[in-house]
């Protein structure tokens, strides 16, 4: 199965593609990213694919239908949209691949139809300290999000 998310805010023109090749073995996430700050930036998927309001506030929490905490893309106790960061160069460009055993496009926990959402700052992976470390990786605002659909 194949996916797509495209990014029409802030980072527009920017794309994240998903692929599945069946139920029991990982998603595959590619990115190509631009308009960014240099540096890391939290990568999470979200419950919601609503994008009524331009700050990605609608799009609610990280997806997270097994009720652990927050932490990084393979830690045993995070959620499942936990994704960690994605790094931008000098020229604020991401390419990335990242591979995720824990969420799937397949079923009621698919994430087709929620959001992918790139945050200012960079994740903690829940290891930070601060309050809010082991629910959103102290990641900071939502700069875009995009609705993950069928390709």
């Known amino acids: 199965m194949k996916a797509i998310a495209v990014f029409q805010g802030k980072l527009k023109g920017s794309y994240c593609t998903f692929y599945q090749d069946s139920p029991n073995l990982p998603v595959k996430i590619n990115g190509h990213i631009n308009n960014l700050i240099p540096g890391k930036h939290g990568f999470h998927v979200h419950t919601y694919g609503n994008l009524l309001k331009t700050d990605c506030s609608k799009c609610g929490g990280?997806?997270?239908p097994y009720n652990k905490e927050h932490g990084g893309l393979n830690d045993s106790n995070s959620h499942a949209g936990d994704l960690g960061n994605i790094t931008a160069n000098e020229e604020g460009e991401?390419?990335?691949h990242i591979k995720?055993?824990?969420m799937t496009l397949y079923g009621k926990n698919s994430i087709l139809g929620r959001s992918i959402v790139i945050h200012q700052d960079i994740?903690?992976?829940g290891k930070?300290?601060?309050s809010d470390s082991l629910?959103?990786?102290h990641s900071g605002a939502?700069?875009?999000c995009a609705v993950i659909g069928y390709t």
């Open 62 to 64: 990280h997806w997270n």
């Open 123 to 125: 994740d903690d992976l």
């Open 135 to 137: 629910t959103t990786g």
């Open 100 to 102: 995720s055993e824990i």
């Open 128 to 130: 930070g300290g601060f």
């Open 94 to 96: 991401s390419k990335f």
């Open 142 to 144: 939502r700069i875009d």
